[in-house]
């Protein structure tokens, strides 16, 4: 299939936030004010200036403490149910770039209330509205950079391999390797999620549930 596909592996996430930096940096994105909330977790969720967040999750594992990470953004779907349901009211408001990208464009301000069923339409609750224009806002792959034969600034960015980004073929040859080799270190437990479905494939080491809400899918 034509475009770009990311491959996400969880388990090499060192919750550094580079990548949350670089998206916030490429983008041109406001800082946002956060607080204390007993969580490494900063800001506590997406915004319209956040499209990009490192998740962290802890929990008892056999009386051990055990935290996860999950990066946390747009899976830019195959079959996109945000265009589906934007399409009902504003045509153009949802696009899909020739990269694969699902683009939220500055006509999503004119879905006025109806951008709440765009938004609830999406199955990993990712899409934000800005309060001050209307528009919906999340992670657009960096379709300027891949025009500019730059891989997105996310991918760029990690030191460590968790977030890669290629050809359909290339990143599923990646994420069944490394599915492998975490079958081996984490059991049965170890999983690619929707990798049928969407464009950001993840591999995670443990239940869906442990990582995060919207990665039971």
Not at 47 to 58: Q, S
Not at 178 to 199: C, F, I
Request: aromatic share 10%; charged share 25%.
């Amino acid at each position: 299939m034509a475009g770009g596909f990311f491959f996400v592996d969880t388990p090499r996430c060192t919750a550094c936030r580079g990548c949350q930096v670089a998206c916030k940096a490429w983008h041109k994105l406001p800082g946002v004010k956060t607080r204390q909330w007993g969580s490494p977790q900063n800001p506590k969720d997406l915004g319209p200036d956040t499209y990009r967040l490192v998740r962290f999750r802890e929990y008892n594992q056999k009386d051990k403490a055990v935290r996860d990470y999950f990066s946390d953004a747009c899976r830019h779907c195959l079959d996109p149910p945000c265009k589906d349901a934007a399409d009902q009211y504003v045509k153009g408001a949802v696009v899909i770039d020739r990269s694969g990208a699902v683009i939220h464009t500055e006509k999503t301000a004119l879905l006025g209330e109806n951008a709440e069923e765009v938004m609830v339409a999406c199955p990993f609750n990712i899409p934000r509205k800005d309060p001050g224009t209307g528009i919906l806002r999340k992670c657009n792959m960096c379709f300027d950079r891949l025009k500019a034969g730059l891989e997105p600034s996310c991918a760029k960015a990690c030191p460590v391999g968790a977030i890669n980004f290629g050809s359909e073929k290339s990143v599923m040859a990646l994420a069944q390797s490394r599915l492998a080799t975490a079958k081996r270190l984490y059991g049965h437990t170890a999983q690619l999620l929707n990798a049928d479905e969407v464009r950001v494939i993840y591999l995670i080491a443990d239940e869906a549930e442990k990582y995060y809400e919207f990665a039971t899918y």
